[in-house]
């Protein structure tokens, strides 16, 4: 009786395989990512990929909730795979209390998990670099995080015009609506986060269904449309609201001040979906607006707070991975990523023994070095070096080599020399490849 056919593993919906060369992208993007956060003093920092349940909800917003993975453990806890960073890193600085020294600047590269509709750019599983700056209320720490995006995608090989910062202000926005007499302006901040994303009836059917006047909704749509600060300085006349539009002036001016000013603009339409942002936010997109946004972030002053914790205020932004990923295909921006190692030991006559002592030696001098793992002709193994992208190729039993030295052979340049271990590290070390 012939067994029914097994069905093959496949890929959970919205996640993605690592292999190999993918994986050498992914390094890509985080080793670059790595590099500025250093260069920029931040700290790296971890947590679990799942945290109790209720740290989430109730903090990030209905839509972040919604897409939560969750699940019971065999001790009966509600956990939830993280969908952001920021619960955790408030959770870890309030368990740290006054003994963490504020402020400081902190970076992490976790891996997420939103049960999104997975699409371009979007997907179920993903990676997502936070940079965060804790512990001061001054506008230099929203300057830093924007200089640092722009350095960072610049390191990329992205220019102003490729992407572009809006910049906005929920406090501005929060202080406008309370001057046009909306009572409850969380209440309507998913609505305003989705303007954009539905048509105007809708818009103003959504917020009539909320309580909101028409003349009101006209008047959000005005100050959301406006492009100059002056503009909205006409417009508004309580002293929360003006020290909140100084505010964002400030940073405007520091920006500029800095030399990043083609890379920014002012876009009031920019709300944020998630529900702890208490001031200034803003979002990286590509110029065509082609894709979701590359990053998002902003002010979360009461977070801290809001978890039992003292007050402690933060600011900091997200960066995906997949789109960013896209963004530099499109632009053709991904560098030549083979595998690259510095030595391919080959054998005429497949001696093993030898081949393993050298290979080991070349190792314990902290170069990466591959051998043929079975017996086979050294035409193989001459492939088996150029795809695993070996600089030299160096032969246990060269017949030119005399006691202690051996022939090996420069690929990229297809030359042949003699030297004893010492020479060849040297070699690699001196030589221009
Ligand atoms: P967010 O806007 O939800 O912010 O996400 C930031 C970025 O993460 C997005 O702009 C996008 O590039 C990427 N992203 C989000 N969801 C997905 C997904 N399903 N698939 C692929 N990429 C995605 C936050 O998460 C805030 N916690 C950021 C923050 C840090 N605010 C302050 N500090």
């Given at each position: ?29 985080f ?8 260069r920029f003093?931040?700290?790296?920092y ?20 919604s ?10 806890r ?19 209390g ?10 992490s ?11 371009k ?16 209320e ?28 809006g ?27 989705r ?9 103003l ?6 309580g909101?006047?028409?003349?009101q909704?006209?008047?959000i ?6 492009k100059?600060?002056?503009e ?12 909140a ?14 030399g ?88 005429f ?10 290979a ?16 086979t ?9 150029n ?10 039993d ?17 030359l ?6 010492q ?11």
């Amino acid at each position: 009786m012939s067994k029914a056919k097994r069905q093959a593993p496949t890929l959970p919906k919205g996640t993605r395989d690592f292999y190999p060369e993918s994986m050498r992208l992914q390094n890509f993007i985080f080793d670059t990512w790595k590099r500025v956060s250093k260069r920029f003093g931040y700290e790296e920092y971890e947590g679990p990929i799942f945290e109790h349940l209720e740290l989430f909800t109730g903090k990030s917003g209905d839509e972040i909730v919604s897409q939560l993975y969750h699940f019971e453990d065999k001790g009966n806890r509600a956990l939830a795979l993280r969908p952001e960073m920021t619960p955790t890193l408030a959770r870890l600085i309030v368990q740290k209390g006054n003994t963490i020294k504020k402020p400081f600047k902190w970076f992490s590269i976790p891996r997420l998990f939103r049960y999104e509709r997975a699409q371009k750019g979007r997907l179920r599983e993903f990676f997502q670099l936070n940079l965060d700056v804790i512990g001061t209320e001054s506008v230099f720490a929203e300057a830093d995080l924007i200089s640092a995006i722009v350095a960072m995608l610049v390191e990329f090989g992205l220019s102003a015009d490729d992407f572009s910062i809006g910049i906005s202000s929920r406090e501005l926005l929060a202080n406008y609506l309370i001057e046009i007499g909306v009572s409850d302006p969380n209440l309507v901040y998913p609505a305003l986060d989705r303007r954009l994303k539905t048509s105007p009836e809708a818009f103003l059917s959504t917020l009539l269904e909320l309580g909101l006047l028409e003349t009101q909704v006209q008047k959000i749509n005005t100050f959301m449309e406006s492009k100059s600060l002056n503009e909205i300085r006409t417009m508004i006349s309580s002293p929360n609201s003006i020290q909140a539009l100084n505010d964002l002036q400030n940073l405007f001016d520091l920006i500029e001040n800095t030399g990043f000013g083609p890379y920014i603009g002012l876009d009031l339409s920019i709300v944020r979906g998630l529900a702890y942002y208490t001031g200034i936010v803003f979002e990286v997109f590509d110029r065509a607006k082609s894709m979701r946004a590359i990053a998002g972030g902003g002010r979360y002053d009461n977070l801290c707070e809001n978890l039992g914790g003292q007050k402690v205020p933060g600011v900091g932004f997200g960066m995906g991975d997949v789109v960013l990923a896209n963004l530099l295909k499109d632009h053709d921006l991904i560098p030549d990523l083979h595998p690259k190692i510095d030595l391919y030991i080959a054998s005429f006559t497949n001696d093993f023994p030898k081949v393993f002592v050298l290979a080991n030696q070349f190792r314990e001098l902290h170069l990466n070095v591959a051998h043929p793992l079975e017996i086979t002709k050294l035409s193989k193994q001459m492939d088996q070096a150029n795809s695993q992208g070996a600089r030299c190729v160096v032969y246990v039993d060269g017949e030119k080599a005399t006691e202690n030295t051996y022939e090996f052979k420069d690929l990229s340049k297809g030359l042949m020399h003699i030297g004893s271990i010492q020479d060849i590290v040297e070699y690699l070390k001196n030589e221009p490849s």
